[in-house]
């Protein structure tokens, strides 16, 4: 069983940036693949990004690539979003998944979800 608590979140006007956290509970949170998903209203939820368990493979949405930076630190069960240059329509809910089966990628099936936090960035 893993629990998932994301912080972090906040309100902020365009251009600045951002950090998430997803602090896990678990002795085997190394073990786990390690995305964040995003949910505007209205919205589907959506993949912004996530990485293997041993931090070797990171894949990004193309709407955040070259302005978001997912990463992880297995000493303190917790992965991070650095959110640079966001943008009024970056606005939504981020969720942290984690999952140790297999590599699920952009798909929703991750085993483990946060409640989220919110994110709203202003023009």
Avoid: H
């Amino acid at each position: 069983q893993v629990q998932l608590v994301e912080s972090g979140g906040g309100l902020v006007q365009a251009g600045d940036s951002l950090r998430l956290s997803c602090a896990a509970s678990g002795r085997t949170f190394r073990s786990y693949a390690m995305a964040w998903f995003r949910q505007a209203p209205g919205k589907e939820r959506e993949f912004v990004a996530v990485i293997t368990w041993s931090g070797g493979y990171i894949l990004y949405a193309n709407s955040v690539k070259g302005r978001f930076t997912i990463s992880r630190d297995n000493a303190k069960n917790t992965v991070y979003l650095q959110m640079n240059s966001l943008k009024p329509e970056d606005t939504a809910v981020y969720y942290c998944a984690a999952d140790a089966g297999e590599f699920k990628g952009t798909r929703k099936e991750y085993e483990y979800w946060g409640q989220g936090t919110q994110v709203t960035v202003s023009s």
